[in-house]
Protein backbone atom coordinates (compact mmCIF):
# COMPACT_ATOMS: atom_id res chain seq x y z
CA UNK A 1 0.00 0.00 0.00
CA UNK A 2 0.92 3.86 0.08
CA UNK A 3 2.73 3.33 3.58
CA UNK A 4 5.05 0.92 1.99
CA UNK A 5 6.44 3.51 -0.77
CA UNK A 6 7.57 6.45 1.94
CA UNK A 7 10.75 7.63 1.96
CA UNK A 8 10.94 5.27 -1.52
CA UNK A 9 12.87 6.71 -4.48
CA UNK A 10 10.51 7.72 -7.16
CA UNK A 11 10.91 7.55 -11.03
CA UNK A 12 8.26 8.79 -13.42
CA UNK A 13 8.15 8.26 -17.18
CA UNK A 14 5.96 8.75 -19.73
CA UNK A 15 3.94 5.77 -20.96
CA UNK A 16 5.98 4.34 -23.79
CA UNK A 17 8.99 5.35 -22.66
CA UNK A 18 11.53 3.02 -21.39
CA UNK A 19 12.21 2.36 -17.90
CA UNK A 20 15.53 2.14 -15.95
CA UNK A 21 15.16 1.27 -12.06
CA UNK A 22 18.67 0.93 -10.07
CA UNK A 23 19.42 -1.62 -7.50
CA UNK A 24 22.87 -1.70 -5.43
CA UNK A 25 23.80 -4.99 -3.68
CA UNK A 26 25.74 -5.29 -0.42
CA UNK A 27 27.00 -8.48 -0.23
CA UNK A 28 29.72 -9.24 -2.93
CA UNK A 29 29.67 -13.28 -2.46
CA UNK A 30 26.02 -12.88 -3.32
CA UNK A 31 25.53 -14.60 -6.71
CA UNK A 32 22.06 -14.80 -7.44
CA UNK A 33 19.54 -11.64 -8.05
CA UNK A 34 15.52 -11.37 -7.91
CA UNK A 35 13.64 -8.87 -9.12
CA UNK A 36 10.01 -8.46 -7.17
CA UNK A 37 7.12 -6.01 -8.70
CA UNK A 38 4.95 -4.89 -5.88
CA UNK A 39 1.11 -3.26 -7.16
CA UNK A 40 -0.16 -0.90 -4.33
CA UNK A 41 -2.32 -3.52 -2.28
CA UNK A 42 -0.79 -6.88 -2.96
CA UNK A 43 2.33 -8.83 -2.48
CA UNK A 44 5.41 -8.86 -4.12
CA UNK A 45 5.36 -10.74 -7.22
CA UNK A 46 8.79 -12.25 -8.79
CA UNK A 47 9.48 -11.12 -12.06
CA UNK A 48 12.62 -12.53 -13.42
CA UNK A 49 15.88 -13.74 -11.99
CA UNK A 50 19.88 -13.66 -12.86
CA UNK A 51 22.69 -15.86 -11.77
CA UNK A 52 26.54 -14.15 -11.09
CA UNK A 53 27.63 -16.27 -14.48
CA UNK A 54 25.30 -13.72 -16.45
CA UNK A 55 25.59 -10.08 -16.71
CA UNK A 56 22.01 -9.55 -19.07
CA UNK A 57 19.11 -11.45 -19.07
CA UNK A 58 15.89 -10.72 -20.89
CA UNK A 59 12.16 -11.72 -20.31
CA UNK A 60 8.91 -10.00 -22.66
CA UNK A 61 9.56 -6.47 -22.40
CA UNK A 62 11.82 -6.02 -18.78
CA UNK A 63 16.05 -7.21 -19.12
CA UNK A 64 18.07 -7.12 -16.15
CA UNK A 65 21.86 -6.07 -16.50
CA UNK A 66 24.10 -7.01 -13.67
CA UNK A 67 27.73 -5.53 -12.98
CA UNK A 68 29.57 -7.02 -10.20
CA UNK A 69 32.24 -4.80 -10.41
CA UNK A 70 30.64 -2.61 -8.62
CA UNK A 71 27.69 -4.57 -7.20
CA UNK A 72 25.39 -2.68 -9.22
CA UNK A 73 21.58 -4.33 -10.99
CA UNK A 74 19.14 -2.82 -13.50
CA UNK A 75 15.90 -3.56 -14.42
CA UNK A 76 15.03 -1.91 -18.01
CA UNK A 77 11.18 -2.30 -19.24
CA UNK A 78 10.44 -1.53 -22.60
CA UNK A 79 7.26 0.68 -23.66
CA UNK A 80 6.14 0.95 -20.20
CA UNK A 81 2.95 0.90 -19.16
CA UNK A 82 0.33 1.89 -16.69
CA UNK A 83 -0.09 -1.44 -16.03
CA UNK A 84 3.74 -1.33 -14.89
CA UNK A 85 3.21 1.28 -12.04
CA UNK A 86 4.42 -0.18 -9.08
CA UNK A 87 7.11 -0.34 -6.36
CA UNK A 88 10.44 -2.78 -7.72
CA UNK A 89 12.85 -4.47 -5.80
CA UNK A 90 15.59 -6.40 -5.89
CA UNK A 91 16.52 -9.49 -3.70
CA UNK A 92 20.09 -10.84 -3.53
CA UNK A 93 21.41 -14.35 -2.01
CA UNK A 94 23.99 -16.72 -2.59
CA UNK A 95 22.45 -19.75 -5.00
CA UNK A 96 22.72 -22.14 -2.43
CA UNK A 97 22.53 -20.07 0.61
CA UNK A 98 19.60 -19.85 2.63
CA UNK A 99 18.22 -16.37 2.82
CA UNK A 100 17.15 -13.88 0.69
CA UNK A 101 17.73 -9.86 1.15
CA UNK A 102 15.67 -7.85 0.21
CA UNK A 103 16.05 -3.78 -1.16
CA UNK A 104 14.11 -1.14 -0.33
CA UNK A 105 12.68 -0.08 -3.79
CA UNK A 106 12.13 1.82 -6.19
CA UNK A 107 8.52 3.72 -6.93
CA UNK A 108 7.36 3.79 -10.58
CA UNK A 109 4.90 5.86 -11.52
CA UNK A 110 3.80 6.25 -15.41
CA UNK A 111 2.33 9.13 -16.74
CA UNK A 112 0.02 8.41 -19.25
CA UNK B 1 -6.07 -22.87 -7.04
CA UNK B 2 -6.27 -19.80 -4.49
CA UNK B 3 -2.49 -19.24 -4.39
CA UNK B 4 -1.63 -17.83 -0.59
CA UNK B 5 -4.19 -16.98 1.17
CA UNK B 6 -4.21 -14.36 3.83
CA UNK B 7 -6.56 -13.69 6.74
CA UNK B 8 -7.36 -11.08 8.32
CA UNK B 9 -6.91 -7.62 5.57
CA UNK B 10 -6.83 -5.22 8.18
CA UNK B 11 -6.43 -5.62 12.12
CA UNK B 12 -5.71 -3.34 14.86
CA UNK B 13 -4.60 -3.78 18.13
CA UNK B 14 -4.24 -2.40 21.39
CA UNK B 15 -0.75 -2.68 23.58
CA UNK B 16 -0.24 -6.14 24.93
CA UNK B 17 -3.56 -7.56 23.16
CA UNK B 18 -2.55 -10.93 21.51
CA UNK B 19 -3.90 -12.30 17.64
CA UNK B 20 -3.00 -14.72 14.96
CA UNK B 21 -2.13 -13.77 11.66
CA UNK B 22 -3.49 -16.77 9.05
CA UNK B 23 -1.86 -17.66 5.80
CA UNK B 24 -2.54 -20.82 3.76
CA UNK B 25 -1.57 -22.10 0.40
CA UNK B 26 -3.16 -24.85 -1.35
CA UNK B 27 0.30 -25.23 -4.23
CA UNK B 28 1.38 -28.40 -1.78
CA UNK B 29 4.48 -26.10 -1.32
CA UNK B 30 7.11 -27.37 1.95
CA UNK B 31 8.62 -23.97 2.31
CA UNK B 32 6.24 -21.26 3.92
CA UNK B 33 7.87 -18.18 5.60
CA UNK B 34 6.39 -14.88 7.15
CA UNK B 35 7.97 -11.42 6.56
CA UNK B 36 6.92 -7.89 7.57
CA UNK B 37 7.34 -4.83 5.77
CA UNK B 38 8.24 -1.20 7.30
CA UNK B 39 7.96 2.01 5.23
CA UNK B 40 11.46 2.47 3.55
CA UNK B 41 12.82 -0.80 4.21
CA UNK B 42 13.08 -3.97 2.85
CA UNK B 43 10.92 -7.26 3.52
CA UNK B 44 12.23 -8.88 6.63
CA UNK B 45 12.32 -12.64 7.71
CA UNK B 46 10.12 -13.12 10.87
CA UNK B 47 10.25 -17.23 10.77
CA UNK B 48 10.01 -19.76 8.30
CA UNK B 49 9.33 -23.19 7.59
CA UNK B 50 10.85 -26.13 5.55
CA UNK B 51 7.65 -28.68 5.56
CA UNK B 52 4.71 -29.13 8.03
CA UNK B 53 6.38 -29.80 11.83
CA UNK B 54 9.50 -27.60 10.90
CA UNK B 55 9.93 -24.02 11.96
CA UNK B 56 12.73 -21.89 11.87
CA UNK B 57 14.20 -18.19 13.48
CA UNK B 58 14.41 -15.76 10.75
CA UNK B 59 15.57 -12.22 11.01
CA UNK B 60 13.20 -10.70 13.39
CA UNK B 61 11.13 -13.51 15.07
CA UNK B 62 11.24 -12.02 18.80
CA UNK B 63 7.59 -11.31 19.65
CA UNK B 64 6.33 -13.99 17.29
CA UNK B 65 5.55 -17.34 17.70
CA UNK B 66 4.80 -20.01 14.50
CA UNK B 67 3.62 -23.49 14.37
CA UNK B 68 3.20 -26.11 11.11
CA UNK B 69 1.12 -28.85 12.19
CA UNK B 70 0.02 -29.18 8.03
CA UNK B 71 1.47 -28.50 5.13
CA UNK B 72 -1.09 -26.03 3.69
CA UNK B 73 -1.24 -24.03 6.73
CA UNK B 74 0.97 -21.12 8.67
CA UNK B 75 -0.42 -19.01 10.90
CA UNK B 76 2.19 -16.33 12.99
CA UNK B 77 0.92 -15.38 16.67
CA UNK B 78 1.28 -12.39 18.11
CA UNK B 79 1.81 -12.80 21.83
CA UNK B 80 2.15 -9.11 23.11
CA UNK B 81 1.06 -6.99 20.50
CA UNK B 82 3.50 -3.38 20.73
CA UNK B 83 3.62 -0.36 18.96
CA UNK B 84 6.73 -1.69 17.03
CA UNK B 85 4.80 -4.33 15.05
CA UNK B 86 2.77 -2.05 13.05
CA UNK B 87 3.47 -3.05 9.71
CA UNK B 88 2.61 -4.89 6.96
CA UNK B 89 3.02 -8.60 6.94
CA UNK B 90 3.44 -10.71 4.19
CA UNK B 91 3.17 -14.71 3.86
CA UNK B 92 4.82 -16.60 0.97
CA UNK B 93 4.91 -20.15 0.18
CA UNK B 94 7.60 -21.25 -2.04
CA UNK B 95 8.80 -24.78 -4.16
CA UNK B 96 12.17 -24.47 -2.35
CA UNK B 97 14.16 -21.77 0.01
CA UNK B 98 15.34 -20.11 -2.22
CA UNK B 99 13.01 -19.15 -5.16
CA UNK B 100 14.15 -20.01 -8.84
CA UNK B 101 11.54 -18.72 -11.10
CA UNK B 102 9.01 -16.88 -11.22
CA UNK B 103 6.68 -20.05 -10.71
CA UNK B 104 7.99 -21.22 -7.89
CA UNK B 105 7.23 -18.26 -5.01
CA UNK B 106 3.98 -17.05 -4.09
CA UNK B 107 3.34 -14.18 -1.78
CA UNK B 108 -0.27 -13.57 -0.32
CA UNK B 109 -1.76 -10.15 -0.11
CA UNK B 110 -0.74 -9.41 3.08
CA UNK B 111 -2.28 -8.25 6.83
CA UNK B 112 -1.91 -4.55 7.68
CA UNK B 113 -1.37 -4.24 11.29
CA UNK B 114 -1.65 -1.43 13.45
CA UNK B 115 -1.06 -1.67 17.09
CA UNK B 116 -2.50 1.16 19.11
Known amino acids: GESVGLHLPTLSVQEGDNSIINCAYS??????FIWYKQESGKGPQFIID?????DKRQGQRVTVLLNKTVKHLSLQIAATQPGDSAVYFC???????????FGAGTILRVKS | NAGVTQTPKFQVLKTGQSMTLQCAQD?????MSWYRQDPGMGLRLIHY???????DQGEVPNGYNVSRSTTEDFPLRLLSAAPSQTSVYFC???????????????FGPGTRLTVL
Open chain 1, 50 to 54: IRSNM
Open chain 1, 91 to 101: AETMEYGNKLV
Open chain 1, 27 to 32: NSASDY
Open chain 2, 49 to 55: SVGAGIT
Open chain 2, 27 to 31: MNHEY
Open chain 2, 92 to 106: ASSLARIPRSTDTQY
